[in-house]
């Protein structure tokens, strides 16, 4: 009998013991990722459970960035239900804590038959809980701790669907960590030099890696970050200890051990997975795709996302390999950036599923639902979607949530109008720029061309803001909320504008500690930097 599409539901679950006239039969969660045939197979044996024999492959689902600091990740983690038989995918970003880590693999462990892990930056981050090892001996250590637990792997491993990791003839699926780390290969001004306007000084850049990592001395280089160098040979050394696998999976495909590879690293394997690359396919990046107000982030975030070495290295997984007539199945999972990708490219499928941060998913910048992707099921990979997955928060509706109240609020009098924006305006510079919201308020006010003590103004004198008719575009206010929306991402790009040029002033200082108190750029990893400094890692302690 052919396999079919999963259960999935809880109605098609009691459809189908309904058809088998199976009532009397208990049924349990774990169901719920069987196949119908598998189901039906349960309810006319009198209850036996389907032999793992009739999966061709394992069903492996994704994540990445799971940050189980976070109490309420953590609490999504531990309701997930059995998956007895499946594999998990993490790709990295857990915690940076030894203990965290370990508890959140093992409830990963307790959940499926598989799990594989590969380490992300803030996993390699050292304190002083960690006895003075440096980053390299925390990912060994890691490495261990992984043997240790039995079915968690950092190391590749074939999957059949009896479960077996057995090197057998046939049909299988390598699962592929690849030890990982950026260096400035995917730098955005690389391909576009004009950017380099976009990224300002690198000194003012709030990157905790460069703070929080420690490395031997020879994998650095000088450079103008706030710690005045740059990790430049990290990424090669960690190619260099993927060598091994890569050539045991690469020798096992050509000798049809397997046929399939679902590799995975942590940081991006190119430039087109990038968040604002909007072209898979192009090998230019256009300015505009960065316009939006944290388009300098992004550039700055290039120069730490990833290297070209992992795709030169995933690729050599397959090379060589005939196997008509599509050639292996090749899926490459990867994590770092907290924004979902999904598209293929050259015979490889890129995807991306990020948990990160709840305020991430309040924003709509990752699913609002946190989830696992099913990225390969009992009979092949999962389809990719209709259409490629390529700028998440665009295609699914994300948007700051101050415009959403803005433009969605019901028309109120002008007075009420101008105080209930004026308390949405200062939230939005607290978000933004935390403790230096209020000091850059009257400066913006003045490059605007328009002074409000009273700290409410949203439009400039051309009008579109409160007091030039209103949010909604009503009578009087010929400009509308989308004119509003833009005029008020301008005066945000000229915020942090400005609060770029107090840090870069700032730079004088000789300790690190003292520029990032005066620098609090927002980031995507999301942490207090100064706070995990305070608590775990002293001045000689930074690499």
């Known amino acids: 009998m052919p396999l079919s599409r999963r259960v999935a539901s809880c109605e098609r679950l009691a459809e189908l013991q309904a058809d088998c006239m199976a009532d009397d039969l208990p049924v349990a969660n774990h169901m719920l990722s069987w196949t119908e045939e598998e189901a039906v197979y349960y309810f006319e044996s009198g209850g036996q459970e389907p032999p793992a024999e009739q999966r061709v492959y394992p069903r492996v689902w ?76 925390k990912l060994d250590a890691i490495d261990r701790l992984c043997d240790r637990m039995g079915n968690v792997h950092s190391t590749p491993r074939l999957l059949r669907g009896d479960g077996s990791g057995a090197h057998k003839p046939g049909q299988g699926l390598w699962v592929v960590p690849l030890a990982s780390w950026y260096d400035d290969s995917l730098d955005l001004t690389h391909f576009t030099p004009s950017l380099i306007h976009r990224a300002g000084d690198m000194r003012a850049f709030t990157w905790s890696d460069f703070a929080l990592c420690k490395w031997p001395a020879a994998l650095l280089r000088p450079s103008d970050t706030m710690t005045g160098h740059y990790p430049a040979g990290v990424a090669c050394k960690l190619a260099e200890r993927n060598e091994p696998s890569v050539r045991e999976v690469n020798e096992a495909l050509c000798g049809a051990v397997g046929d399939a590879v679902l590799s995975f690293s942590h940081f991006l394997p190119r430039e087109q997975t990038l968040p604002d690359w ?31 070495l992992i795709d030169e290295q995933l690729r050599r997984l397959t090379a060589g390999v005939q196997r008509p007539p599509d050639g292996v199945c090749h899926v490459h999972a990867f994590g770092h950036s907290h924004r979902p990708k999904d598209f293929s490219l050259d015979g490889v499928r890129y995807v991306s599923h990020p948990l990160g941060y709840s305020k ?38 994300g948007r700051e949530p101050e415009l959403d109240a803005l433009l969605a609020s019901p028309a109120r009098p002008p007075a009420e109008r101008q105080r209930g924006a004026g308390s949405m305006r200062r939230n939005a510079q607290s978000w ?112």
């Open 432 to 543: 933004h720029c935390g403790t230096e919201a209020s000091m850059q308020s009257s400066a913006i006010a003045a490059q605007a061309g328009r002074s409000d003590p009273a700290g409410m103004r949203l439009g400039g004198a051309a009008g579109g803001g409160v007091r030039g008719g209103g949010l909604r575009g009503g009578e009087g206010s010929p400009q509308g909320p989308g004119a509003y929306a833009r005029q008020l991402r301008l005066q945000r790009q000229r915020q942090r504008e400005l609060q770029h040029e107090r840090r870069s002033a700032s730079l004088s200082l000789p300790c690190v500690q003292q520029a990032l108190d005066l620098s609090r750029a927002p980031h995507d990893e999301g942490d207090d930097l100064s706070a995990l400094l305070a608590q775990g890692v002293s001045s000689d302690e930074t690499p």
């Open 278 to 308: 909007l072209d898979p396919a192009g090998l230019s990046f256009s300015p505009d795709w960065v316009s939006h107000p944290a388009g300098g982030t992004a550039v700055n975030f290039s120069r730490v996302a990833g290297s070209r």
């Open 62 to 137: 994704l994540t990445s960035d799971v940050h189980t600091d976070r109490a309420e990740n953590m609490a999504w983690l531990r309701s997930l239900p059995q998956h007895p038989g499946d594999a998990v995918v993490v790709a990295g970003d857990v915690s940076h804590q030894m203990e965290q880590l370990e508890a959140t693999l093992r409830a990963f462990s307790e959940r499926f038959a598989h799990v594989f892990f590969t380490a992300g930056n803030h996993d390699l981050w050292i304190t002083r809980n960690d006895g003075g090892m440096d980053s390299l001996a």
């Open 360 to 397: 991430e998913r309040v924003k709509r910048l990752t699913p609002e639902v946190p989830h696992l992707k099913l990225v390969w099921d009992v009979d092949g990979a999962v389809p990719p979607p209709p259409q490629p997955l390529i700028r998440y928060w665009e295609e699914h509706g």
